[in-house]
T-cell receptor, first 116, second 113 residues
Framework: GAVVSQHPSRVICKSGTSVKIECRSL??????MFWYRQFPKQSLMLMATSNEGSKATYEQGVEKDKFLINHASLTLSTLTVTSAHPEDSSFYICSARASQTSSEQYFGPGTRLTVT | GESVGLHLPTLSVQEGDNSIINCAYSNSASDYFIWYKQESGKGPQFIID?????DKRQGQRVTVLLNKTVKHLSLQIAATQPGDSAVYFCAENLENTGNQFYFGTGTSLTVIP
């Protein structure tokens, strides 16, 4: 149980285009989902917290207009990287939490974004 | 308590030896800690957790030690195996931030057969 999937696993896009990454909780309802980015050989950096049906809360320094997050249902959150640039190339990872009272998070397998 | 963009320290151990991976956290308010294992190109995988009311917790081949006085966590892996080669992160939960986790720098463990 507690499986989180991400789609796509890898994506290559051209500079200036937008890319959408999906995060799904497959066997549980996720009240909260988190989005992280990870550069090579570095740690995970929290980008934003997404609660179903409300606006995402972004970490300091993360542009909300560039990284659009939609948590439309209890099993799906999407991250859209708008007007992507090469510096947006990174590994994007989502995690999901099943309960407001639980600290447990389940991580997705990540999405490798390359902007050319 | 927030993750930092530093390059990973590395640790190499001989297969069968014990490994000790350390993590320092900065926020004394953190009350819940998790160790994650991340293999190349994959998402983090839960290993073991510990709450601040405990000093030690044991799992299968792994032990986590928490020293709140010096804000230090360690992960001990017994009889390290090649499959343990990965990057290990500690993550801390800040009690007044709605349960967001912040990740430590991480340590890259290489097991030498």
């Amino acid at each position: 149980g507690a499986v989180v999937s991400q789609h796509p696993s890898r994506v290559i896009c051209k500079s200036g285009t937008s890319v959408k990454i999906e995060c799904r909780s497959l066997d549980f309802q996720a009240t909260t989902m988190f989005w992280y980015r990870q550069f090579p050989k570095q740690s995970l950096m929290l980008m934003a917290t997404s609660n179903e049906g409300s606006k995402a809360t972004y970490e300091q320094g993360v542009e909300k207009d560039k990284f659009l997050i939609n948590h439309a249902s209890l099993t799906l959150s999407t991250l859209t990287v708008t007007s992507a640039h090469p510096e947006d190339s990174s590994f994007y990872i989502c995690s999901a939490r099943a309960s407001q009272t639980s600290s447990e998070q389940y991580f997705g397998p990540g999405t490798r974004l390359t902007v050319t | 308590g927030e993750s930092v963009g530093l390059h990973l320290p590395t640790l190499s151990v001989q297969e069968g030896d014990n490994s000790i991976i350390n993590c320092a956290y900065s926020n004394s308010a953190s009350d819940y800690f998790i160790w994650y294992k991340q293999e190349s190109g994959k998402g983090p995988q839960f290993i073991i957790d510990i709450r601040s009311n405990m000093d030690k917790r044991q799992g299968q081949r792994v032990t986590v030690l928490l020293n709140k006085t010096v804000k230090h966590l360690s992960l001990q892996i017994a009889a390290t195996q090649p499959g343990d080669s990965a990057v290990y992160f500690c993550a801390e939960n800040l009690e007044n931030t709605g349960n967001q986790f912040y990740f430590g720098t991480g340590t890259s463990l290489t097991v030498i057969p």
